[in-house]
């Protein structure tokens, strides 16, 4: 039994289950599928969170029906060909111990007809908030072909060797379509009173129950919307969830936040408070005398965990993108040891973030992720033959190739030229609400002190000193810089920015780095539409500056729109004061002010200003290589010091090549 979270690791009886802890690693859609059909990928990122110690793993959604898929790595739906597939999945994670439960869901009105080819099916024939399409109102005879594709996916998930199944009623998709009035505006015998509006549920669990027996676990997962009155209430979620639970109809209930309504909740960033689903999770466990209740959405730690299950708030944890960053969280939390975990930043860039661009997910700080059978997981093969590295530069590819090459048995140096390790990735943890970033960083010091990596701080390396160092490999991370001269892309005819010598004019990095002390009135340049440009913007307008942010783009936080953080944060700028100007650029700085360009109407206009900081692309810092392979010598470039790049493909290439040494 754990020390420091006791509840959590109490085991806890599910229907026929005894679970080993109250972890769950919850449902999402890890778009893996391969043909329709789980393959390696997919089998070797489950059962990796089964290994690393969850008690239950609910197994990303299949759609029940044509009209239900969403991503073109969906899994088939409605075809017993699956069935073979999914006894991998199911074998691979019982064989570390977890319970296997399927998700079975239906989107209802918000479908993406470019990946169905279906119409999409809903109670009322409501617009998709998924894309632009309307929806088709169901007939009686489609709305039965619908329960019978959830009881029918039951069946399949049973004979593939699923321990239960968790049908899917949050976000205000199908199911909770028909409870919600504001979209279910039937006047048949589906629609209108609340017998009515949950008979299709009632209908879907309890021919579950008949087609798969009394030892088959069954979930239903809600989700919480308070910001908009078309949802439904706390207490009216609560209502009906009673009402299935006085009949019997569910074992669990797992409590979410969100909707298609407002997106930004399903997943929510930094920007949001933690332990978003505990307030759902405590109403509902207060109305239900025979479910147990998950709560899930944001818990990102054991320790959010244990808090939620001591205040009583729920019975089980769903943590998510925890396990997703580290899927040894469980063992680590049992073992006591939670600072050992490689802590989720929530930033949501691999995960939602490329799930949201349909690829298969991965993270940000563990690129492991989605790669377990090819990597062998997050663990690692000791190396046949230990060698001596040098690895140059401590940001994140720098971090992350020490680590994973002291992991293996090599001795590794890690040089880094200033006083402190992380690179510009330090600098990021100091905008507003990332600290988690920081946080990462103490990870990283605190597992290279205890694989005794030789970190030589202040130490600038040039190639005469390769020798001195008396290394088998050489792993350079240098780095980069900003561009000095000012160049933007959306002026690729102008190589200088015109005026940028009369002074004022700033990196994001020199702001964030507090070498400069910007003015009160402050033009932020992002060309990036990230959180380098959008973050700085935040920092500069909560410290008091008048900050007009400019951007080629048509929207502020163009690239935040794939990680569901785009619209709070523009909130947040208009909370603090700032504004915007779109689809411009600087044409000059003046000193005073800077001339920008209209892309539309090639209009100008001049904006006073005292600062003008520049989000614009980096350049690699890449002298270094480029002297060492004048003189023929052996190294490996990753990370920004090969090309600038965002975080996530400078941990990628650390882990990448400390393994191939």
Not at 383 to 395: S, T
Not at 491 to 517: C, F, H, T, W
């Amino acid at each position: 039994m754990s020390r420091l979270f006791p509840r959590l690791f109490e085991p806890v009886k599910l229907g026929h289950k005894v679970l080993r802890n109250r972890i769950v690693f919850g449902a999402h859609t890890a778009n893996m599928a391969e043909n329709g059909f789980p393959g390696p990928r997919h089998i070797g990122y489950y059962a990796e969170r089964a290994m690393g110690g969850a008690g239950m793993i609910v197994v990303e959604p299949v759609p029940v029906h044509q009209a239900a898929v969403l991503t073109r790595g969906n899994f088939r739906p409605s075809d017993d060909a699956i069935i073979p597939h999914f006894r991998k999945v199911t074998d691979a994670i019982h064989a570390h111990g977890a319970v296997a439960i399927q998700q079975l869901y239906h989107i209802g009105a918000h479908g993406d007809s470019d990946n169905s080819y279906h119409a999409h099916w809903s109670p009322s024939g409501l617009p998709s908030y998924h894309d632009s399409d309307g929806s088709h109102e169901m007939s009686e005879a489609q709305i039965w072909e619908t329960i019978d594709g959830f009881v029918q996916a039951a069946r399949r998930a049973k004979e593939a060797g699923f321990d239960g199944v968790e049908v899917w009623a949050a976000y205000i998709g199908m199911v909770d379509q028909f409870w919600t009035p504001w979209c279910n505006r039937r006047e048949d015998d589906w629609g209108g009173s609340l017998e009515n509006r949950t008979r299709l549920s009632r209908e879907i669990l309890t021919r579950t129950r008949e087609i798969c027996g009394t030892d088959f676990i069954i979930g239903l997962a809600i989700s919480d919307e308070p910001d908009h009155p078309v949802a439904l209430t706390r207490d009216e979620l609560a209502e009906i969830i009673q009402l299935h639970d006085d009949a019997r109809l569910m074992d669990y209930v797992t409590c979410g936040t969100g909707s298609y309504v407002d997106f930004y909740k399903i997943m929510p960033t930094f920007l949001y408070s933690e332990k978003l689903g505990a307030d759902l999770a405590s109403t509902i466990r207060g109305v239900v005398k025979h479910a147990l209740v998950t709560a899930e959405s944001h818990i990102r730690t054991p320790a959010n965990a244990e808090s939620v299950l001591s205040e009583g708030a729920a019975d089980m944890v769903s943590i998510v993108r925890g396990q997703i960053a580290d899927p040894h969280l469980a063992a680590k939390a049992a073992q006591d040891r939670p600072d050992d975990i490689r802590g989720c930043i929530s930033c949501n860039q691999m995960c939602w973030g490329r799930r949201s661009r349909d690829y298969w997910i991965s993270c940000l700080i563990n690129p492991s992720a989605g790669r377990e059978f090819e990597w062998g997981g997050d663990r690692f093969t000791p190396a046949q033959e230990p060698k001596c590295v040098l690895v140059v530069g401590g940001g994140p590819a720098g971090l992350e190739a020490a680590r994973v090459a002291a992991e293996r048995g090599h001795r590794v140096i890690l040089a880094e030229a200033s006083a402190r390790l992380g690179g510009n990735f330090l600098l990021a943890g100091q905008q507003p609400r990332r600290a988690q970033i920081l946080d990462l960083i103490e990870w990283y010091e605190r597992q290279l002190q205890k694989l005794q990596v030789e970190v030589r701080l202040g130490t600038y390396v040039e190639a005469d000193d390769i020798p001195s160092f008396g290394v088998d490999q050489v792993i350079l991370a240098t780095g980069s810089l900003p561009d000095e001269a000012g160049f933007q892309k959306a002026l690729p005819d102008i190589p200088a920015l015109p005026g940028i010598e009369k002074g004022n004019v700033y990196s994001v990095e020199a702001i964030m780095a507090r070498q400069a002390q910007p003015g009160q009135r402050v033009l932020v340049l992002d060309e990036a539409g990230g959180w380098r440009g959008c973050g700085t913007a935040w920092k500069l307008a909560a410290e008091g500056c008048d900050v007009t942010v400019l951007s080629p783009d048509p929207l502020i936080g163009k690239e935040l729109q794939r990680t569901a953080a785009d619209g709070p944060l523009r909130r947040k700028l208009k909370e603090l004061g700032a504004h915007w100007r779109t689809e411009v650029s600087v044409l000059e700085w003046h000193g005073d002010g800077a001339t920008i360009v209209d892309h539309n109407t090639a209009s100008r206009e001049f904006i006073a200003a005292d600062t003008l900081v520049m989000a614009t692309t980096n350049r690699a810092m890449n002298w270094l290589a480029r002297d060492l392979e004048s003189r023929g010598a052996s190294f490996v470039e990753i990370g920004d010091g090969a090309a600038p790049r965002q975080a996530p493909y400078a941990f990628y290439e650390g882990r990448k090549a400390a393994l191939a040494i």
